[in-house]
């Protein structure tokens, strides 16, 4: 199963050039890094980045991430993938830029 990470460009820059990182300022105050599956997405993008521009989403392979990946409930119930343990640039599959059209964020084909 893929899963993803969404980036502001500072963000993704920061890991690009260090090849490792232990998330964006909320992943490190919550001490792992928030991953979302493809059904969830849109709606972690509205939710956590609403009108922002210049995102970045990467996808990354669940099962090769080990047992640092715990599925965790949300406030709401749902499941999220958590991740505790740094990403480094080897996790991840691929990286797109997540559009923004004035209203919501353009997701790119998710697989």
């Keep these: 199963m893929v899963i993803y ?24 105050s919550d001490g792992y890094i928030h991953f979302s599956t493809a059904e969830q997405a849109a709606e972690t993008a509205a939710k956590h980045f ?11 392979e669940a099962d090769t991430l ?4 715990v599925w965790e409930p949300s406030r709401g119930g749902a499941l999220f993938p958590h ?7 080897d ?5 797109r830029d997540l559009l923004f059209d004035g209203t919501r964020h353009i997701f790119p084909e998710m697989s």
């Design 66 to 69: 080990g047992e640092a990946l």
């Design 5 to 28: 990470k969404i980036f502001r460009a500072g963000e993704h820059a920061d890991f690009a050039s260090a090849g490792r990182t232990l998330g964006a300022p909320i992943d490190l």
């Design 83 to 89: 991740l505790y343990r740094e990403m480094t640039t």
């Design 91 to 95: 996790d991840v599959l691929w990286t």
């Design 50 to 60: 609403a009108g922002e521009t210049g995102l970045k989403l990467l996808a990354l």
